[in-house]
């Protein structure tokens, strides 16, 4: 179940740390976002090392359906309804420099960059689109509500983003990591002020940037009741009509559409991690449907980490910890977020302003609804007297026959068949279970 991106491109390799280091910046997590922060960096000529426990961009990264865009879902109506119209037009600025940014670094990468329209719809509700039309309007931005759309199933329109963009990011990443201070295979075991402990050896360290997919460290920043993950599904299929832009469904679990080389990405079916959802079957039934000409060329799923108000946590980790950073909570918006991220980390690791630390503080309030429910969740997963238990926080693992793993309901962690870690927030793995 490799992505196409995967298949496609060819990542350099880089040794494992051996003796341990000095730097004044600690990058942990080779992702897209990390893999930006140190570009950015050794741009700058700041003395830094990026770690990777396995290999770079092996992780969400790679299975993405890459689509640059500062259309986020129906983002701005919430953001300007909840937070007020200032920190909807602060989230538009910060996401249009990060596509302007990844413009500009394009131009001379041969990664398949290609300018198109976003397009944000619903099944239903066109009350919906008309409403984030209304708030970018006031924002000045471009966007207009249409309601002819190529796609196989009922929609009530669209919201049009014009002027986005669509890549393939190992291609991308395989360009900027040339040159770069890197270190793959080499597993944090824990952080200490002034650097961590990993399986390489002691790194001490100024300033630590953790992104980590889903932060590493339990004990600040409260993330274990901020995030929870959400898995989704895909499938590329050749022979299918192409769609020209790059389309989303407004809610949580519903379809999206881009084309690429001459197919299609067809992606869908997804579910809170830890619980049932339909995963490729409704992606593979609609395929049968719609397009019963063409052929399933790859299929995979990704993981995403969901933030409490829709916007990610960039900065400081938590208010007791200064001199450690993180970035986390992208909500299925990575590519563009990671930029932003990038972009933001690098100033502050720097000490430099940035316009747009206030609105992705990791600090900011957490009494948003989805809170109740993720306490809930943990809740009713520590209280499940089964096993297997994840050794993030004990929650009880529950069977994913589809991807054959172990999955965490509370907070994402993911294991194979014989205990092998897959995904974090757990740092180490299981003995292997026994089966249901």
Request: charged letters at 20%; aromatic letters at 8%.
């Amino acid at each position: 179940m490799r992505s196409i991106w995967e298949q496609t491109a060819h990542l350099p390799q880089f040794d494992a740390l051996t003796g341990g280091a000095q730097v004044d910046v600690l990058i942990i997590g080779g992702g897209m976002a990390g893999m930006l922060c140190a570009y950015f960096l050794e741009q700058a000529g700041v003395d830094y090392l990026l770690l990777e426990a396995d290999r770079i961009c092996g992780g969400v990264t790679g299975n993405t359906t890459a689509k640059m865009t500062s259309q986020h879902g129906l983002i701005y109506s919430r953001l300007a309804r909840e937070s007020g119209l200032e920190a909807a037009r602060l989230y538009l600025e910060a996401n249009e420099a990060a596509l302007a940014r990844y413009r500009r670094l394009c131009q001379g990468i041969d990664c398949d960059f290609q300018e198109r329209d976003a397009y944000v719809y619903t099944r239903n509700c066109k009350d919906q689109l008309e409403n984030e039309v209304s708030v970018l309007e006031k924002l000045g931005f471009p966007a207009r509500l249409v309601t002819d759309l190529p796609l196989p199933i009922p929609t009530a329109g669209a919201v049009c983003f014009p002027g986005q963009a669509q890549f393939h990011p190992l291609r991308f990443v395989a360009a900027i990591a040339q040159g770069l201070r890197i270190h793959e295979h080499t597993r944090v075991l824990s952080l200490r002020e002034g650097g961590a402990e990993t399986s390489g050896g002691a790194v001490r360290a100024g300033k630590v940037i953790v992104t980590t997919h889903f932060p590493l460290l339990n004990r600040h920043g409260s993330y274990f009741l901020k995030l929870y993950q959400h898995r989704s599904y895909v499938l590329a299929l050749e022979g299918a009509p192409e769609v020209e832009g790059m389309y989303v469904d407004g809610a949580e679990d519903g379809l999206s559409f881009r084309s690429y080389q001459g197919g299609l990405l067809l992606g869908g079916g997804g579910h809170r991690t830890g619980k049932k959802g339909s995963g490729w079957a409704e992606l593979a039934a609609l395929a049968q449907r719609a397009y019963p000409n063409a052929r399933e060329a790859a299929r995979w799923a990704t993981q995403d980490c969901m933030s409490l108000d829709g916007v990610p946590y960039i900065g400081q980790y938590s208010a007791r910890t200064p001199g450690l950073f993180v970035a986390a909570g992208f909500n299925k918006w990575g590519m563009t977020s990671s930029m932003a991220a990038a972009m933001l980390l690098a100033d502050l690791v720097q000490g430099r302003n940035n316009p747009y630390a206030a609105l992705f503080s990791p600090s900011r309030s957490i009494l948003r609804p989805q809170l109740a429910a993720n306490a809930l969740e943990a809740a009713a997963s520590l209280l499940t007297p089964t096993v297997p238990r994840c050794p993030h926080m004990g929650c009880a693992l529950k069977y994913n026959r589809q991807e054959h793993s172990w999955d965490c309901p509370c907070h994402g962690s993911r294991f194979a068949r014989d205990g092998h870690l897959l995904d974090n927030p757990a740092m180490v793995e299981i003995d292997p279970p026994d089966m249901p």
